[in-house]
């Protein structure tokens, strides 16, 4: 994915990220990486992990890392059987509840919803999602059907977003599925309340089979 951001005094760059789902039937382990693009190299910025099964229900995280330049990496537990979200971070714990996700696997589990009935994207989604130290949940809204000029050409996507949400959490989301990708998410953008912009673009998608053909 093709990474533009706007930094809230104007400062633009430009950087790569690269997200990996291995789905393997009855588990999956995903990575999200996101960069800066330099001449001869690549800085991280972010590294986020998703570890976990999959179900009826969707995408069901066991285990969430977070990893950002300068800072500890975080670890954040999903615990079915307590029915407890625990955090390396602190030592507050949240209660866990049927479709709980991380930041990683959010897009998705978005993806998992509209695959198995479009239907289900109209209407208040409502996901708890467990972050560094805290679970919140997001409410995503179906704002409409749209194509988008990508690097893949012209896609028809599905467009959700998260508004901000006073005294929740400050920042707006926004995800493009794309139904015609496996309902993959082929742009993610935030926005934030400073006026910050970050929209991650897809350029490529690589899929491989079982044997890793």
């Known amino acids: 994915m093709h990474v533009d951001r706007r930094d809230a005094d104007g400062t633009r760059w430009q950087g790569v990220a690269a997200m990996a789902w291995d789905n393997r039937g009855a588990t999956y382990q995903l990575k999200l990486e996101v960069g800066l693009s330099m001449l001869i190299t690549r800085i991280n910025l972010l590294v986020l992990t998703s570890e976990g099964v999959i179900d009826d229900t969707g995408v069901v995280p066991v285990t969430a890392t977070e990893k950002r330049k300068g800072r500890a990496q975080t670890a954040t537990h999903f615990n079915r059987d307590a029915k407890a979200i625990t955090f390396s971070a602190t030592t507050a714990t949240a209660p866990w509840q049927e479709g709980a996700q ?6 998705f589990q978005l993806a998992a919803i509209g695959r198995a009935d479009v239907n289900q994207l ?5 996901i708890l999602v467990g972050e560094e130290k805290e679970a919140t949940v997001f409410r995503f809204q179906l704002v409409g059907e749209e194509e988008l000029d990508t690097q893949m050409g012209r896609l028809v996507t599905w467009h959700l977003r998260r508004p901000p949400k006073p005294g929740t959490y400050s920042s707006q989301l926004d995800i493009w ?5 496996q309902w993959y998410p082929v742009q993610i953008r935030n926005t934030e309340a400073s006026g910050a912009l970050t929209t991650q673009t897809v350029t490529k998608i690589t899929v491989n089979d079982a044997t890793g053909k």
């Open 102 to 107: 991380d930041k990683a696997s959010v897009p």
């Open 177 to 181: 599925l794309a139904p015609s990708m």
């Open 122 to 126: 109209v209407g208040n989604i409502d």
